[in-house]
């Protein structure tokens, strides 16, 4: 995953120190907080060969990160490595992923995708692709 940078640029995580965690449309209401993620609102990211990407952070703990992708129609999240577990949630679109040089698999949304730390994988959509990631240290999966 990427760490949106002040300038609006990326770095891989882990990153070397706090990045900030930028909600650009944010609006407080007594008790919570409401943040926009829509495409318009993310950070653009082109690291790994990536196209057509953009990222939203959302949370960003010691245990946990949260972020919003985007993956416009025909682009591409270049292949890397899982810096920690990463489950990617698809919330709308379709596409494919892939592990190392393995298959492509089909995905779309109300599918989720878990890729342990260090597995090097990769995404393409074929209609954009919304996705939540959730990443963290040893994340507990269960599938039913």
Known sequence: ????????????????GPAPV???SFTTVPGMGIFSFDVSV???????????????????GAAVEVTVLHVAAGGE?????ATADQLFL???GRGAVRTGDDDWEPIGAGQAILWRAGVDHATRAEAG????????????????
């Open 1 to 16: 995953m990427f760490a949106a940078t002040p300038g609006g640029g990326s770095r891989p995580f882990p990153a070397s």
């Open 22 to 24: 930028v909600a650009l």
């Open 42 to 60: 993310g950070r653009p990211v082109d690291a790994y060969g990536s196209v057509g990407l953009t990222a939203q952070k959302l949370v960003r």
């Open 77 to 81: 999240i270049g292949r890397h490595p």
């Open 90 to 92: 698809v919330t709308a």
């Open 129 to 144: 692709i919304t996705a939540v990631v959730v990443e963290m240290e040893d994340m507990p999966a269960q599938a039913r």
